[in-house]
């Protein structure tokens, strides 16, 4: 399974960027998927996650400001990110769990950096 994340970008305060993950290779299985972001000095963290039913979590930090969704016909995850603000940059990551009978395999994309100033 591969992941590219892309849709990062320079933003100011206030603003939306809308971050795309396609995922390729051997999908069937997915049954989870989320977006991750690590900030200069800070350790990793979830921002999101949608699993196989449709249903989504959402960190605190990030709920009502950003939504998180899928395409299966595009085999690609969204993240719809609004109000930005400066403590959200950080370099975003996707990341998804595929299942097969009692295995769990964890795939990761190459970051995007999402950077909110003036």
């Known amino acids: 399974v591969q992941l590219q994340a892309s849709g990062g970008g320079l933003v100011q305060p206030g603003g939306s960027l809308r971050l795309s993950c396609e995922i390729s290779?051997?999908?069937?299985?997915?049954?989870?998927r989320r977006w991750y972001r690590q900030a200069p000095g800070k350790q990793r963290e979830l921002v999101a996650e949608?699993?196989?039913?449709?249903?989504?979590s959402y960190a605190d930090s990030v709920k009502g400001r950003f939504t998180i969704s899928r395409d299966n016909t595009k085999n690609t995850v969204y993240l719809q990110m609004n109000s930005l603000k400066p403590e959200d940059t950080a370099v975003y990551y996707c990341?998804?769990?595929?299942?097969?009978?009692?295995?769990?395999?964890?795939?990761w994309g190459q970051g995007t950096l999402v950077t909110v100033s003036s």
């Open positions: 949608i699993i196989s039913g449709g249903s989504t």
């Open positions: 290779g051997s999908t069937f299985s997915i049954n989870v």
């Open positions: 990341n998804v769990d595929r299942s097969r009978g009692l295995r769990v395999d964890t795939f």
